[in-house]
């Protein structure tokens, strides 16, 4: 089965993510720099059509998809980002004074999801998109969600999203060799 193009976009500037927060379900509005960082994508995105448009339910990528010009973007909770449980609102060097050498990738966050559940999460949205999608998709979300994605895109453990890095507002394309 042919794949679309899915191209990813992750959501501009908050408060958290400038201080290395991490942040899942915590609803919080872009920046005035994370307003400026999605302004900015509109060029990038113009001309091109999509066949499905989704963002995480999320105020932060919801706001950035209407930014771009996607104001009608399908909100689908799947894109939520990974939810880190009792390490919501905490740095990585907060939560590894609790948990030397934690890292999202390789120990559990208390109360929050495991990487297979993230995992199973971006297979669906995979399955979906190749389901909905002729030529190109757009999705909005955020980081540790989207490179789960990109990881699961190769068939790769969701553990390989360490090597790939989304900064905000940024745009990655996933393809596929016909």
């Given at each position: 089965m ?6 990813l ?10 201080s290395?927060?991490?942040t899942?379900?915590t609803d919080?509005?872009l920046t ?8 900015r994508?509109?060029d ?16 932060r990528?919801a706001?950035?998809?209407?930014l771009?010009g ?17 390490y919501?609102?905490?740095?990585t060097?907060e939560i590894?004074e ?5 890292t999202?990738?390789t120990?559990p966050a208390?109360?929050g999801?495991t990487a297979?559940?993230?995992a199973a999460?971006?297979?669906r949205?995979?399955?979906?998109l ?25 068939d ?5 999203g ?6 905000t507002?940024t745009?990655?394309?996933l393809?596929?060799?016909?």
């Amino acid at each position: 089965m042919a794949r679309p193009d899915v191209w990813l976009c992750r959501h501009g500037e908050t408060e958290w993510s400038r201080s290395g927060r991490h942040t899942s379900h915590t609803d919080l509005p872009l920046t005035p720099d994370g307003i400026a960082e999605a302004r900015r994508l509109v060029d990038a995105l113009a001309g091109i059509t999509f066949d499905v448009v989704l963002t995480s339910p999320l105020r932060r990528a919801a706001e950035t998809a209407a930014l771009v010009g996607f104001p009608e973007a399908r909100r689908d909770p799947t894109l939520a980002e990974w939810d880190y449980g009792d390490y919501e609102g905490l740095t990585t060097a907060e939560i590894r004074e609790q948990a030397p050498g934690w890292t999202v990738w390789t120990h559990p966050a208390p109360g929050g999801e495991t990487a297979d559940h993230i995992a199973a999460r971006a297979d669906r949205v995979i399955q979906r998109l190749i389901a909905e999608a002729t030529d190109r998709a757009l999705v909005f979300s955020h980081a540790h969600f989207l490179r789960v994605l990109a990881a699961r895109w190769i068939d790769q453990p969701p553990a390989f999203g360490r090597y790939l890095l989304l900064d905000t507002a940024t745009i990655s394309v996933l393809s596929w060799q016909r």
